[in-house]
């Protein structure tokens, strides 16, 4: 048996993944034992499909421990899954996890991603307070005819489709399973995350800059956004049929709100969270562009 806990944080790129074994394992297992049911008031949110840091994703690789599912999150010490919404033996299961001396050090991810991460675990603490996820309008009517549909049913199947694909994937809508990655089908992959090399990335995937659109509908095909958390991450949203805006940060369900829980008329105008540059509105012409 071992222990795999995905730091949930990145859009387009793949989650860091700690593996645990034998007494670091049997350690993090002491670590999270439900010590007590979470009470009414104590339960916040815990928005899956938000940009930034999630929680940790902890699954159990054979025969699960007693008292905890095979996979579960950890958000602020709140164990949450299912028929698990219980106090973690140790609230700070976080900072054991992830602070320098902590098993992250097994990924030699250096001092500026540890700080950069500890900062995101701050920032999702005060989303889950702020996220309000209440009645919103999604208009019925469509003025965007070439769009793909709203399916989200389609890619949260909890499995192989919401898992191996990203941002970039439901954006162009093209399941590739690869969780893709801007310019690497035409072997011209990104060389840093900014707005000037991911965007030319994603044009050699023949995707069309389009600055000017001004979140207008494009005559044939649809409209996606570009942003960038510089020098962390990319992510990627499409205008659907209503004029309004959906994306899938990572391997989270799809979704049609921002970090606040509302509905998106303009990815320039929603919460992103870190993602705070703004590249570009691009057209994606279907059954023209390739991605891997």
């Known amino acids: 048996m071992s222990l ?10 793949k989650n860091p ?13 002491s670590r999270l034992r439900p010590v007590r049911r979470l009470t009414r008031k104590e339960l916040l949110p815990a928005p899956e499909s938000v940009l930034g840091y999630r929680g940790l994703l902890i699954e159990q690789i054979g025969a699960p421990a007693r008292g905890l599912p095979k996979r579960f999150r950890l958000i602020h010490g709140d164990l949450l899954g299912p028929r698990l919404a219980h106090r973690a033996a140790d609230p700070d299961f976080e900072d054991f996890v992830c602070g320098s001396t902590g098993p ?8 500026e991603f540890l700080g950069r991460l500890r900062n995101e675990i701050d920032r999702y603490r005060r989303v889950r307070y702020a996220y309000l996820k209440k009645p919103f309008p999604w208009p019925l009517r469509y003025p965007c005819v070439c769009a793909p549909l709203y399916e989200p049913a389609w890619w949260n199947d909890a499995g192989q489709k919401q898992f191996n694909n990203n941002c970039y994937n439901y954006a162009t809508n093209y399941r590739s399973d690869t969780f893709a990655q801007p310019g690497l089908a035409a072997s ?3 060389t840093a995350l900014t707005c000037a090399a991911v965007k030319p990335a994603a044009v050699l995937d023949a995707l069309i800059d389009s600055p000017a659109a001004n979140n ?15 020098g962390w991450d990319f992510h990627w949203y499409r205008k659907g049929r209503n004029g309004y805006w959906s994306h899938k ?28 540059d703004f590249c570009t509105f691009m057209v994606v012409m279907h059954g023209h562009i390739k991605i891997k």
């Open 249 to 276: 940060p990572g391997s989270t369900p799809v979704t049609n709100l921002d970090n606040n829980g509302v509905t998106i008329p303009d990815p320039r105008t929603a919460n992103r969270g870190p993602y705070t």
């Open 4 to 13: 795999r806990i995905t730091i949930d944080i990145f859009s387009g790129r």
């Open 104 to 111: 992250i050090r097994k990924l030699k991810l250096g001092k």
């Open 17 to 29: 993944v700690i593996q645990l074994d034998g007494k670091e394992m049997k350690e993090a297992l």
């Open 188 to 190: 011209a992959l990104y």
């Open 216 to 230: 207008k509908c494009p005559k044939e095909g649809h409209l996606v956004a570009l942003v960038i958390a510089p």
